[in-house]
């Protein structure tokens, strides 16, 4: 021990005193025209040993080294306006969104996001016309869990492949059946989010709350306006408890109770239930289409690559090098990634059986989703390029006044139109 | 002479305090009455948060006027100090009576229990009683049903939903409350108890004709505090159940913080914050006036 302890010690002022020298080298080679590292800013509390990884492959092979950053989440969109208005910005980033005070200052990614053998989902880059402005590391997408404990227990069967999924009436039919023969509380549980209520209103063929050709929210269609009677009805106390939409009880703990039938949240929880979830077993099954077949995708970082003059090129070279299939699967499975990109073969450090199955669920989904699935991140991306910033979070509360009774689902859905254009300049 | 020493004396004991106070006078010249001062001006503006904030005059305040959603936050927020501050004065009296009675045992590990509320954050507090109370899985509900009754919905009726908040509010505002009067309770003279004592009152004559007219400036000082404290509610509710069901119990406070950074209307927002700076202003007066006529 002791002696561990003291090499560790050693390890690390030889570590500091290499840090020193290469900060030496870095800022001095700065003015060189081949540069000898670049830096890449990211945030992340989970893992993040793909990048680290990937920097390793890419010095060997460029030479260049690339000294990652884990920049905490809080603080990070703030800490890159400060670094652009002092002239200081990284040289690639996955950042959590773009900045209009920032988004001049970004190379094209385009010959990377084009290159056919990407594969690169296009649907989901930003582009402003031709010019590609950052490309996503991963993405994220809504779907449906179930305690497959109890439907075992009730005998009752599910669909596994999402080519033959249900309808949300046959799914609710079957939830209730199981609630009903297991003595369980509720048939399902849903995440309180304006992001998760857009899962909802595609599945029900409805399109939503969109963009209209002159930069302001268009008010919904009929199908959104019935998809919304039809949520609020369900939370009757039976089908869905009352208290998540109205009075922010926390679902993830619910059903993690083994109380609930299901759950609709998304693939973030897989990592989070194959580690807590123990009393029960649970899977994630094709999210219900009525008719169509539909989630919320929305992009994890968004990589960008910053014209940092000597640095620009290098950069590219990164961005371009992790976007390679092969560099891009290992990133993938190593940091727990939904790829952007098509045609991978993947296999995630999961132990649980449940969380394999998860993933390959949500690669399958996200294939036959409805490209409506993913306006939700597109009308945000055209918000700001045209230099607006329009926080959807009102849509929680006005349909919570709604489920409690306090307003009709027309005032609903006038309130939230008027609400999201308000902010609108 | 005599008028330039008197001059020199009121310099010294201008200068000196003047420097004394310099460093909190520029904490609160900067943190205090300049973010007010800006506060007030975005109040006349429809400032978003970010960009440039153009002048409205007095439009923010018109539409406050007639604004239904303020008008019933402002209501709920009245709601629930009528009930809480009583409950909380009666309380705190109560147990701090109790506490000072020289026929009670063990007071002090009470005071210790009695204070621990205070001691936790109000966020814990609320988390605590939504456990308590929870709708779904809660204690409360679940003793219930154990004992053959239908669930009771704490948290998605919007009265039981106030009424649990009272009760955190209650029990958590209880403490400081309670050490006010202890120490107020201890400065009344015993010689007024005997001298009542002969003349053959009782208890509850005692401590209305003795105890309330001598505690008199602490209950005061409770009142006010009390009131000013509940008008500004939001921690309770938000971590008890989110102002809701839906916005029902969205307290003014909640309501300023969902229309300036929700729905980024800063101007709206701080027009709201100057109401409700005027009401606390109007509450605390009415207070004082109606001390000072008690006092005289």
Sequence with gaps: MGISASARKGWLAASVVGALVLGACSSGSSGDGDPKSITFWFSTSAQDQGYTDLAKEFEAKEGIKVEIVNVPYDGYQDKLSQAAQANALPDTASVPSLDPLWVNQLQDLASIANNEANKINKNLVTADGDKVLSIPSDVTAAGLYINKSLFEKAGVSYPTDPAQTWTWTDFLAAATKVREATNAKYDLVYDNSAARIRGWIYTHGGTGFQLGADGKFAAPDAATVTALSEFAKINDDKVMPKSVWTSGQDPNALFKSGQVVAYYSGVWQVADFADSITDFEWASVPAPAQPTHATDINLGGKMVAFNNGDKAEAAKKWIDFVFQPANYTKLAQTNGYLPIETGLTLTYPFEKKAAQDAFALYIKEMELADPISSSGQANQTKLLLAKQKVDDALIKTELAKFINGEQDVQKTVDAIVTGLNDQIK | ?296
């Design chain 2, 1 to 296: 002479m005599v008028f330039s020493a008197s001059r020199r004396r009121h310099n010294s004991y201008t200068l000196a305090p003047l420097i004394l106070i310099s460093v909190n006078l520029l904490l609160f010249l900067t943190f205090f009455v300049w973010p007010a001062i800006i506060g007030l001006a975005y109040s006349f503006t429809s400032y978003t948060g970010v960009g440039d904030a153009p002048w409205v005059g007095l439009e923010n305040y018109q539409e406050l006027i007639g604004d239904a959603d303020f008008y019933a936050a402002l209501l709920r927020t009245l709601i629930y100090t009528a009930c809480v501050v009583p409950l909380m004065f009666v309380m705190s009296l109560g147990i701090a009576y109790l506490l000072v009675s020289p026929y009670a045992k063990g007071k002090t590990v009470a005071r210790v229990i009695f204070f621990l509320p205070w001691l936790i954050s109000p966020i814990i507090a609320g988390v605590i009683w939504r456990w308590l109370f929870g709708e779904n899985f809660g204690l409360v509900n679940f003793v219930i049903t154990e004992l053959g009754g239908d669930p009771v919905s704490w948290q998605s009726n919007g009265d039981l939903s106030l009424m649990i908040v009272v009760i955190v509010a209650t029990w958590a505002g209880t403490a400081f409350n309670m050490l006010l009067f202890i120490a107020a309770l201890k400065n009344v003279p015993v010689s007024y108890y005997e001298a009542a004592d002969l003349d053959g009152a009782n208890a509850w004559q005692k401590f209305r004709k003795i105890t309330l007219p001598a505690i008199a400036p602490t209950s005061f000082i409770v009142m006010l505090l009390s009131t000013l404290h509940a008008m500004k509610e939001y921690t309770y509710f938000v971590a008890v159940n989110d102002g809701g069901p839906g916005t029902e119990n969205n307290l003014i406070v909640q309501y300023i913080y969902e229309t300036g950074f929700k729905r980024a209307q800063i101007g709206y927002a701080s027009a709201a914050s100057f109401v409700l700076l005027l009401i606390l202003v109007v509450v605390a007066v009415l207070q004082l006036i109606a001390s000072r006529r008690k006092g005289s």
